[in-house]
């Protein structure tokens, strides 16, 4: 086949794939958007490489994860989804820099059960109170 031809074709194919990511992305943040939450960053990607034996083969594979990080009430939180799948949960809370563990965070949350979640007297995570400004949107 024509060197020309083959070109083309490859950069049709990478343009196809960085427009399907792309997608997914901006499906991301319009999801979060949709759920309420009206401070959302831009969505980052990234790649997650799993490999498992089975018998005497190496059996490959990889899924693409969206994040993005929304503010709410002062908090930085960064939700996470597998690229294709339906819902999203919380992976982390950035408090000054720092992730702390929050167990038993509820995953798929429209923006008033963050507010609610925040406001109540549940375990919070370490730091929490650091960030935590209710009169902020």
């Given at each position: 086949m024509n060197t020309k031809v083959m070109s083309a074709l490859l950069a049709v194919a990478c343009a196809v794939?960085?427009?399907a990511c792309a997608s997914n992305e901006?499906?991301?943040v319009d999801e979060?958007?949709?759920a309420g939450f009206t401070n959302v960053?831009?969505?980052r990607s990234e790649s997650e490489?799993?490999?498992k034996k089975v018998g005497k083969r190496t059996v490959k594979s990889s899924q693409k994860v969206l994040e993005v990080t929304v503010r709410v009430k002062g908090c930085d939180l960064e939700f996470e989804k597998i690229?294709?799948?339906s819902g999203y949960w919380l992976d982390?809370?950035?408090v000054n820099g720092q992730e702390p563990d929050w167990p038993g965070y509820p995953e798929n949350l429209k923006q008033p059960d963050v507010v609610k979640a925040?406001?109540?007297n549940d375990p919070k995570p370490a730091g929490f109170k650091d960030c935590y400004k209710p009169n902020e949107a």
């Open positions: 794939s960085l427009t901006s499906k991301f979060l958007k949709a960053g831009p969505a490489k799993t490999s690229s294709g799948q982390e809370l950035h925040f406001a109540g």
